[in-house]
């Protein structure tokens, strides 16, 4: 079975702090997605990589950023955090072939005081 | 503009009343429609794909369906257990970096 793990649960943390966010995948899988999913606003794609160090925006970039070092894992940082980015944040996996389902985490509930 | 929509935002079952939920999406080049399930504070969960018209997919309860322009997802007698949200989702033409479309979701409530 496909397995993608979030650092956290659950997450609080201050304005201004500098958030992170991991994830890590276990089928070897070349893309990586976050995403952000809000009431009424349903899931937004915020960066996906498609390899080690490689790296595109999404449709809601702004106040993010990602970084890939290794295959499996794929962080999301929060700059300097605001509370309007407080929301469940979802990562997600898929091959670049065939099939290409994406496989998501659990997710991250942050609030951001 | 490639767009999805899921009709309708929520739908109240009682136990064993059957029923479908919509998802139409405006993609040029259908290369995959996902259906995903989503607890409350969890992530979705894959259910199926497909891939072109006149495909359909089971499991227990849950069938769906493909046309040129909508997917169908079919609750024959649902029960309480299969409440949640269920979330449509189309692969974006062209390149490998599987980069989806979500409709904003259907949430299901089944009443024992």
């Known amino acids: 079975d496909v397995k993608v793990t979030q650092s956290s649960r659950y997450l609080v943390k201050r304005t201004g702090e500098k958030v992170f966010l991991e994830c890590v995948q276990d089928m070897d899988h070349e893309n990586m997605f976050w995403y952000r999913q809000d009431p009424g606003l349903g899931l937004r794609l915020i960066y996906f990589?498609?390899?080690?160090?490689?790296?595109e925006k999404g449709d809601i970039p702004e106040g993010y950023s990602v970084s890939r070092e290794k295959k499996e894992r794929f962080s999301l940082i929060l700059e300097s955090a605001s509370t309007n980015q407080t929301s469940m944040y979802l990562c997600?996996?898929?091959?670049?072939?065939?099939?290409?389902?994406?496989?998501f985490g659990p997710g991250t509930r942050l609030t951001v005081l | 503009e490639d767009q999805v929509t899921q009709s309708p935002e929520a739908l109240r079952l009682q136990e064993g009343e059957s029923s479908s939920l919509n998802c139409s999406y405006t993609v040029s080049g259908l290369r995959g429609l996902f259906w995903y399930r989503q607890d409350p504070g969890k992530g979705p969960e894959f259910l199926f794909t497909?891939?072109?018209a006149g495909e359909e997919k089971e499991k227990e309860r849950l069938k769906a369906t493909l046309t040129k322009k909508e997917s169908f997802l079919h609750i024959t007698a649902p029960k309480p257990e299969d409440s949640a949200t269920y979330l449509c989702a189309v692969l974006l033409p062209g390149g490998n970096t599987g980069k989806l479309i979500f409709g904003q979701g259907t949430t299901l409530q089944v009443k024992p």
């Open positions: 997600a996996s898929s091959p670049p072939w065939g099939v290409q389902t994406q496989y």
């Open positions: 497909l891939y072109s």
């Open positions: 990589s498609y390899d080690v160090k490689m790296k």
